[in-house]
């Protein structure tokens, strides 16, 4: 396995514009977390799944964003009408459930809305 | 509110230790203490945890209070490659609450 995986790893968008990230895991990884981050600043949790279930989106900046994971396998965030604020690296990570659990990021992807 | 509290910046030379701490004073009791660190243009990546006891594995050694309300990640011999910004956080491994980041020590070795 190569890790977690994320496309694209860049991505420039006009505002108002409609973008989805995807986020490939560890394949024998049930959990699957979504996290952005801006600079100078720790990860900020977005949201997780176990399986296809998403077990917390309370903490998604807004109606804008959403996330998927329709099979249990890969997972999409989408973030509509993009505002530049928005503008962050988005991380993906995934892990094994149970305590403790020790989980394996992606590289990224850098959004940058104009 | 934040679940632990770091420095913001911490400085070594290389090739001495470094001791990081944090203080996680409303840990439960069933709270995992996990670091983790992120070198520049990269994801974090996974360092150590531990429970209640020290711990030692190939990249670090964990130190927990005895009380549980602060920890200490201990570089033995510090590499410029350490650089990064070290994150400390708490996690149950259940239910719905992910694992969290602060804004974490950012870490600068001297050669």
């Known amino acids: 396995d190569t890790g977690v995986s994320q496309d694209p790893r860049h991505k420039i968008t006009k505002r108002g514009q409609n973008v989805t990230f995807r986020c490939d895991p560890i394949s024998e990884h049930n959990r699957l977390y979504w996290y952005r981050q801006t600079l100078g600043q720790g990860p900020e949790f977005l949201t997780y799944f176990q399986n296809e279930a998403q077990l917390e989106k309370s903490r998604l900046l807004s109606d804008r964003f959403s996330a998927e994971r329709p099979k249990g396998s890969f997972s999409t965030l989408e973030i509509q009408r993009t505002e530049q604020g928005d503008s962050a690296m988005y991380l993906c990570?995934?892990?094994?459930?149970?305590?403790?659990?020790?989980?394996?990021f992606g590289q990224g992807t850098r959004l940058t809305v104009v | 509110d934040a679940k632990t509290t770091q420095p913001n910046s911490m400085e070594s030379n290389e090739e001495e230790p470094v001791h990081l701490p944090c203080n996680h004073s409303?840990?439960?009791?069933?709270?995992?203490i996990h670091w983790y660190r992120q070198l520049p243009s990269q994801g974090p990546e996974y360092v150590i945890h531990?429970?209640?006891s020290n711990v030692n594995n190939r990249m670090a050694s964990l130190a927990i209070a005895e009380d549980r309300k602060s920890s200490t990640l201990i570089l033995h011999r510090a590499t410029l490659r350490d650089a990064a910004v070290y994150y400390c956080?708490?996690?149950?491994?259940?239910?719905?609450?992910?694992?969290?980041f602060g804004k974490g020590t950012h870490l600068i070795i001297q050669p």
């Open positions: 956080n708490t996690y149950s491994g259940g239910g719905a609450d992910g694992l969290t």
């Open positions: 990570a995934s892990s094994r459930s149970g305590t403790p659990t020790e989980a394996f």
């Open positions: 409303t840990i439960s009791g069933t709270d995992y």
């Open positions: 531990g429970l209640t």
